[in-house]
């Protein structure tokens, strides 16, 4: 299956600063998927996106599913320490396929 | 709830062997899929099972296979160890039907260690 892009791979920001990861796609997505995986742990589901167009929000964090549904974003705004991790868009469509991640580290 | 649990937590073997990892699914997850987890790739799809029939796989060579059991726990074997399996494998379970992936719920993963 078409795996989907993820960039950049790394962030480093300083705390307080905004971060966006974007995930890419060259084929229409039925659906996305994004997780998040601390240092050490596990990947951990944080949302679902589903219609063209939509946002959603957590908190400090903002997600968005492209109008074509080819693309996909998260936003985290004034980063903290807690949101150091990997962050994982996946594609679902029957199993779900991961992109590389986003490495983000923050400085305190 | 229980969460996913996977065993053992830590391997080590040496090229060559055979490795079997296991993975119990939340209670009512019938969905169980495998992801190989490396620094350079990223997670890797290796395979799904749904109702003890495997519905989907990825492409890892034929070394690489599983099952799913009645009570839908499942195990994944590793045969021929090459020094590049040495990864952290990661079990995820899911409410996912006959057509939908849903929320993956993922077990703290094994880490395979191959000298």
């Known amino acids: 299956g078409q795996q989907v892009m993820q960039i950049p791979q790394y962030q480093h920001v300083q705390e307080g600063e905004d971060f966006t990861t974007y995930c890419n796609s060259s084929t229409t997505l039925s659906n996305i998927q994004w997780y998040k995986q601390r240092p050490g742990g596990h990947p951990v589901f944080l949302i679902q996106?589903?219609?063209?167009?939509e946002v959603k929000k957590q908190k400090r964090l903002t997600f968005q599913f492209g109008e074509a549904k080819k693309n996909s974003s998260l936003h985290i705004t004034a980063t903290q320490t807690t949101d150091v991790g990997t962050y994982f868009c996946g594609r679902s469509q029957g199993n779900l396929i991961f992109g590389k991640g986003t490495k983000l580290s923050v400085k305190p | 709830k229980a969460g996913v649990t996977q065993t053992p937590r830590y391997l080590i073997k040496t090229r060559g062997q055979q490795v079997t990892l296991s993975c119990s699914p939340i209670?009512?997850?019938?969905?169980v899929s495998w992801y190989q987890q490396t620094p350079g790739q990223g997670l890797q799809f290796l395979f799904e099972y749904f109702s003890e029939t495997q519905r989907n796989k990825g492409n890892f060579p034929g070394r690489f296979s599983g099952r799913q059991f009645s009570n839908s726990r499942s195990e994944m074997n590793v045969s021929t160890l090459e020094l590049g399996d040495s990864a952290l494998y990661l079990c995820?379970?899911?409410?996912?039907?006959?057509?939908?992936?849903?929320?993956?719920?993922f077990g703290e993963g094994s880490r395979l260690t191959v000298l």
């Open positions: 209670s009512g997850h019938r969905s």
């Open positions: 996106l589903v219609k063209s167009g």
């Open positions: 995820a379970s899911s409410l996912a039907g006959h057509t939908n992936t849903g929320e993956l719920f």
